[in-house]
């Protein structure tokens, strides 16, 4: 801002008397400093033209106590003087034309801007002010200067737009993208031609996701266009998976040191594309550095600034910066332009610096005498000035399709047709106050923005329109960097980005013609984290970006089955997680079939059930033996037959539940067991009746014979089965699918329906084998050879434990192992009851048939 005041103060202004109505001649002013146009033509209107036709400015000189010298300028840019060309074509185009402006002539005002603010602000007040003293014709009428097209970059055109605004002098940018410079509060009278950065980062953000580069670097000039398109890329990329490790600023002031430290982190980073907003002019030192330390593997994405640099077309930089993608703005024709910068030469225009410079630039030669203020340098060979303006490959001449050229005859026919509009008003029917038109012999700037603001016209096909911010309509060219047959770089279009289509249908990309960097057909990853593949999920390492995670399996019972899920989604309650959580798949159903465990199991029940059978034909073999005979047959013909029922019936629980086989199962279970004890209980009954009544005058034998032996087990074993027939009439037994108990497998179990009725039918049992114990453990000291009492106290011991070790197994095993445990306790508690009633017999029978005499039985008890 100081800077600004210091030059405003170098210039003493007409400007006010540019501005007033009144048309008294100026004599009294004179101009501080003496600043011409490098191109200047007379006409009726007059529109200043800036232009960066130099690259270099000399730092001012803040030392006030000598009157400072003007501010010098070197590079000379001979991209930016085919522009100040193309404006004066467009002029005498005009000026030739017929239907446009008839009997009217444009001239013009062309000013070097250098390329920065504070020479771009000298610029601005130079061409306002007029060339000199002696011009005062200038300073007499409403306005030597209609309207400035200019200027090239946006921090320029910032410092342009606020001088030109008090005046209410339009300015149409052809160059300046600032997404700030569509502010109309801020800057009523700019208009530009070229679309605003708010479309261009819309784009590159667009082009990042469409290659998946969710990891980049930014580098941006210290300016207003770098810092703005940066915010406006930060803001689009907001919402995407793409995030920006690192931003890096190209110093206004270049410092080898600066410029090795960024090529440092770049180097450093894991983001291998780095997208810069940047210009040529700036960019030159740095990548000439980054050339000089043989970086490679960098995917660069030109903004708009520099894709079509033709400073970076040369052969030397294709190693480096060939596979460059990056949007342009629209090319178009401009039919005889060409023709027109070929007539430019140092011999023509013998006076002017600009062109000798060109020719300095483009032949490296200088002209004899060399030019005045711009020095070209004395050591250069001379040249004559005739020399053919032909060569290839010179940044003045070689453009297949003009862009920013293009853009600038756009401005110039803009103003011409808004003038023309403005000149063929229809009295009364004009925009202004009352319908009024403006008077043609005095027109104001500001009448001519009213029309600028509707002007709309074609050019070479394509429509000329401003919106109400002045801005244009966003189109680009997707452009990258290929190898030319030359080696050298050539600016292929591979797509384009038309911003006036609906919203994620504005890229089209033809991704098959593009050449990476590297002279790769392969995209290029940046990526902070690889993706996480199905069965994993996304988890943000805390305190890095939203890009940079961890791949975390997920749980089991849970899925992901796409690439970079954020979350596992849960299985549904019947299915379960594959081994890599790709998928849900039904959970496995788990009961006791016939594998090894139930096999084992059936073989054993089998087995007993033969047992138990071969005890019985041995006793029916030797039903008449003392043995078989004494302990009354009947009852342990009784009892074998239901312990065949009994390990018969353990096989019911094997095998997938079904309705039938669960109700069966406990059923069956708890007759065949009741009868079983029944029947023990009824031999025990006996056995101390039998000695209870060998006492004198007790005949209570007479109460338990055969009749009421089977009357008192079949009663027990009714009670049994009336339990049994009300529990399957009220809650009987199902199948029943547990899934809570694991949770990767169903299991498949009887659930018993009422767990009263269950413990019930067992409780029953369990008294009943209770009962037998206590009256067994009565009678066991009874005398007689072979008391079976004992045996049954024994055999209801072990019954009783197998039962109670039963309750807690069965409560605490899980699935199929619960049946087990049931089978287990079945088998185990008939083995005993087999063995402790029938091995001492059996022995007897069978290995001492000499201990089988009714003697050796009753001996004792007869002595
Ligand atoms: N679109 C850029 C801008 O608006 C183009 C540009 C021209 C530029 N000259 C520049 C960018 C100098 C940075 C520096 O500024």
């Not at 404006?87 to 446009?100: G, K, M, P, T």
């Not at 921090?155 to 300046?176: D, G, N, T, W």
């Not at 039904?586 to 029940?605: C, N, P, Q, R, Y």
């Not at 009741?674 to 005949?699: H, M, Q």
């Amino acid at each position: 801002m100081a800077s600004l005041l210091i030059w405003s103060l170098f210039y003493h202004v007409c400007l006010l008397e540019l501005t007033s109505t009144t048309q008294t001649p100026a004599y009294s002013c004179s101009l501080l400093g003496p600043f011409e146009p490098n191109f200047l033509a007379d006409g009726d209107y007059i529109i200043g033209g800036i232009f960066p036709l130099h690259y270099v400015m000399d730092m001012p000189d803040l030392n006030c106590t000598y009157k400072p010298s003007p501010i010098q300028c070197h590079g000379f840019d001979p991209r930016a003087f085919r522009w100040s060309q193309s404006l004066r074509f467009a002029v005498e185009e005009i000026n030739q034309s017929q239907d446009l402006l008839p009997n009217h002539t444009l001239g013009y005002k062309i000013l070097d801007s250098c390329a920065y603010p504070l020479t771009g602000q000298r610029a601005v007040l130079a061409m306002l002010n007029g060339p000199s003293e002696t011009q005062s014709a200038m300073c007499s009428g409403p306005s030597p200067l209609l309207a400035v097209v200019g200027e090239s970059g946006s921090a320029q055109s910032i410092i342009v737009s606020r001088i030109l605004q008090p005046f209410h002098i339009p300015m149409i940018s052809y160059f300046s993208s600032c997404a700030c410079l569509s502010n109309r509060r801020e800057f009523p009278t700019f208009f530009r031609v070229i679309p605003s950065d708010a479309y261009q980062v819309k784009a590159i953000a667009q082009l990042l996701q469409h290659f998946g580069w969710t990891w980049v670097g930014v580098l941006n000039g210290d300016h207003a266009y770098g810092r703005f398109a940066l915010q406006g890329l930060r803001r689009e990329l907001a919402n995407t998976t793409v995030c920006i490790a690192y931003h890096v600023m190209i110093p206004l002031l270049y410092t080898r040191q600066r410029a090795l430290e960024i090529l440092d982190v770049m180097q450093h980073s894991t983001a291998k594309v780095v997208v810069a907003f940047s210009a040529e002019g700036e960019l030159t030192p740095f990548l000439k550095e980054y050339m000089e330390q043989n970086i490679t593997g960098i995917q660069w994405i030109a903004s708009e600034a520099w894709v079509t640099a033709s400073l970076f077309a040369g052969s030397e930089f294709y190693p480096y910066l060939g596979g460059t993608i990056g949007f342009a703005i629209r090319h178009g024709m401009v039919s005889g332009l060409r023709d027109y910068l070929l007539t430019v030469n140092p011999l023509r225009y013998s006076n002017n610096s600009l062109v000798q410079e060109l020719w300095a630039a483009l032949y490296g030669c200088s002209m004899q005498p060399p030019g005045s203020r711009s020095p070209v340098s004395p050591e250069l060979p001379s040249c004559t000035g005739s020399e053919p303006l032909l060569k290839q490959h010179s940044a003045y001449l070689n453009t297949s399709s003009f862009r920013v050229t293009y853009n600038v005859y756009k401005a110039v026919y803009a103003i011409a047709h808004s003038l023309h509009n403005l000149l063929s008003c229809e009295p009364g029917k004009g925009p202004f106050q009352n319908s009024s038109c403006a008077n043609t012999t005095s027109i104001y700037p500001w009448q001519l923005q009213q029309y600028l603001q509707d002007v709309s016209f074609s050019i070479s096909g394509e429509k000329v329109n401003f919106d109400e911010k002045g801005d244009a309509i966003p189109s680009y060219d997707l452009i990258n960097w290929q190898r030319g047959t030359a080696g050298n770089i050539e600016f292929v279009k591979v797509g384009m980005f038309d911003g006036s289509r609906d919203a994620g249908k504005e890229l089209f990309i033809q991704d098959e013609a593009i050449v990476w960097t590297g002279h790769q057909s392969e995209v290029l990853v940046s990526v902070c984290s690889d993706s996480c593949a199905p069965g994993n999920r996304k988890a943000v390492r805390p305190g890095e970006p939203l890009c940079c995670f961890d791949c975390v399996p997920c749980d089991s019972g849970k899925i992901s089955n796409q690439t970079d899920s954020i979350d596992c989604t849960p299985c549904p309650e019947d299915c379960w997680s594959n081994p890599a959580r790709t998928e849900c798949i039904l959970k496995a159903v788990e009961f006791l079939s016939h594998d090894a465990m139930g096999l084992a199991l059936t073989v054993i029940s089998i087995a007993g059930a033969c047992l138990t059978a071969a005890v019985l034909s041995v006793f029916t073999h030797h039903r008449n033996t003392p043995i078989v005979r004494v302990n009354n047959s009947e009852l342990s013909y009784f009892i074998l037959l239901s312990l065949v029922l009994c390990f018969l019936c353990a096989l019911l629980f094997i095998g997938e539940p079904t309705p039938w086989s669960c109700m069966l199962r406990h059923t069956a279970f708890s007759i065949t067991f009741s009868l079983c004890i029944s029947c023990i209980l009824g031999k025990t009954l006996v056995v101390l009746a039998a000695f209870t009544a060998a006492r004198p005058g007790n005949n209570i034998m007479k109460w338990l014979g055969p009749k009421q032996q089977r009357v008192i087990i079949f009663s027990c074993t009714l009670v049994q089965v009336v339990i049994c027939a009300v529990w399957l009439a009220a809650a009987p037994p199902f199948p029943f699918k547990n899934t809570q108990y694991s949770r990767s497998k169903i299991i498949l179990e009887c659930s018993v329906g009422s767990s009263l009725a269950f413990w019930c039918v067992l409780g029953y049992i369990g008294l009943l084998a209770c009962l037998c114990f206590v009256l067994a453990f009565l009678a066991r000291k009874l005398p007689g050879n072979f008391n079976e009492a004992k045996y049954i106290t024994f055999s209801m011991l072990i019954f009783c434990a197998v039962w109670l070790a039963f309750i807690p197994a069965y409560i605490s095993s899980p699935g199929k192992f619960t049946v087990a445990v049931e089978i287990f306790a079945i088998l185990a508690s008939s083995f005993g009851l087999l063995f402790c009633l029938f091995a001492p017999k059996v022995y007897i029978i069978l290995l001492k048939p000499e201990r089988n005499t009714k003697q050796h039985l009753m001996g004792r008890v007869m002595t």
